[in-house]
């Protein structure tokens, strides 16, 4: 079983920055493509980041330029740094991963999920 654990949520004014841990079981970094997902209330859960079993990442527009993902493989940790923060990121981040080889950006090719970290931003 993959197990993701969320954590480094928090409340910060816009502007300001967290850095988001997502402990994961095993090998599960470096073996799958590991991916961040937001879900606002009353909005659909939406891609943010994503990073390759090769380390390549690739981003939603809305954050690419002030969101870094990254892992640490010994940790068994991804990362993502979120910086500029503004009150439309507010969300609960879920990390997500899969064993597939080519994961669309969508919640559907993620089997499995966290528990999610709230990140609220104030204006």
């Known amino acids: 079983q993959v197990q993701l654990v969320e954590s480094g949520g928090g409340l910060v004014e816009a502007g300001g920055s967290l850095r988001l841990s997502c402990a994961a079981s095993?090998?599960?970094?470096?073996?799958?493509?590991m991916a961040w997902f937001r879900q606002a209330p009353g909005k659909e859960r939406e891609f943010v980041a994503r990073?390759?079993?090769?380390?390549?990442?690739d981003y939603a527009d809305s954050v690419k330029g002030r969101f870094t993902i990254s892992r640490d493989n010994a940790k068994n940790t991804v990362y993502l740094q979120l910086n500029n923060l503004q009150p439309e990121d507010t969300a609960v981040y879920y990390c997500?991963?899969?064993?597939?080889?080519?994961?669309?950006?969508?919640?559907?090719?993620?089997?499995?999920w966290g528990q999610g970290t709230q990140v609220s931003v104030s204006s």
């Open positions: 997500a991963a899969t064993s597939g080889m080519w994961p669309q950006r969508s919640t559907s090719s993620y089997a499995y």
């Open positions: 095993e090998r599960t970094v470096s073996n799958y493509v």
């Open positions: 990073i390759w079993r090769t380390g390549s990442t």
